[in-house]
Antibody
Framework: DVHLLQSGGGFIPPGGSLRLSCAAS????????MSWVRQSPGRGLEWVSS??????????????DYADSMKDRFTISRDNSKNTLFLQLNGLRADDTAIYYC???????????????WGQGALVTVAS | EIVLTQSPGTMSLSPGERATLSCRAS???????VAWYQQKSGQAPRLLFY???TRATGIPLRFSGSGSGTDFTLTISRLEPEDFAVYYC?????????FGQGTKVEIK
């Protein structure tokens, strides 16, 4: 069975930083892209970032993609040796307050993503 | 970016009734790259369909997806008690991928 176990989250003051983690099991981690999607009452579901898997066909790995409003502040990464996905959040603002979900993509590429499995979510609250 | 508008915002139905949910895109979605998700309170979304009409693993046959271009539909032929939830469409044909605002299917 596929499992995505998230950790991190919490209460952060404006301008602060936080790292979210997502430990994956039950599938070959390197064969699939991974993503972060956030959800808030005001913005609904919002794609944050994706990172590709390892494509032997294309000879590529770990290609990243970001939503424009987050690309200068957030960094996605993955540790393929530990089957773990990360999201580093810097310069947090009040409107970054949301539940952050990690999600498994259905294919290796970082674009055109459909999310077939989701983590349990991590609440990030940005407030002074 | 492509804006997805879901309608209605809320629908009140009884178990056994048919539910028809609409998702309209602000521009044509390439290759019918639309997915549908179900979300219950306090849970993460669950994938129902991708490619507009391809059922994800384990999704019951009472659920069906259809559409192309700018108009997409999720149909639940006969509502079961466990189907009362919020449903979201997502387009993944153009970057950034975007979600609709959701349709809540509630018990009448």
């Amino acid at each position: 069975d596929v499992h995505l176990l998230q950790s991190g989250g919490g209460f952060i003051p404006p301008g602060g930083s936080l790292r979210l983690s997502c430990a994956a099991s039950g599938f070959t981690f390197t064969d699939y892209s991974m993503s972060w999607v956030r959800q808030s009452p005001g913005r609904g579901l919002e794609w944050v970032s994706s990172i590709s898997g390892v494509s032997s066909l294309l000879g590529t790995s770990d290609i990243t993609d970001y939503a424009d409003s987050m690309k200068d502040r957030f960094t996605i990464s993955r540790d393929n040796s530990k089957n773990t996905l990360f999201l580093q959040l810097n310069g947090l603002r009040a409107d970054d307050t949301a539940i952050y979900y990690c999600a498994k993509g259905m294919w290796v590429g970082e674009t055109h993503n459909v999310f077939d499995f989701w983590g349990q979510g991590a609440l990030v609250t940005v407030a002074s | 970016e492509i804006v997805l508008t879901q309608s209605p915002g809320t629908m009140s139905l009884s178990p056994g009734e048919r539910a028809t949910l609409s998702c309209r895109a602000s521009q044509s979605v390439s290759s019918g790259y639309v997915a549908w998700y179900q979300q219950k309170s306090g849970q993460a979304p669950r994938l129902l369909f991708y490619g507009a009409a391809t059922r994800a693993t384990g999704i019951p046959l009472r659920f069906s997806g259809s559409g192309s271009g700018t108009d997409f539909t999720l149909t639940i032929s006969r509502l079961e008690p466990e189907d009362f939830a919020v449903y979201y469409c997502q387009q993944y044909g153009s970057s950034p991928g975007t979600f609709g605002q959701g349709t809540k299917v509630e018990i009448k």
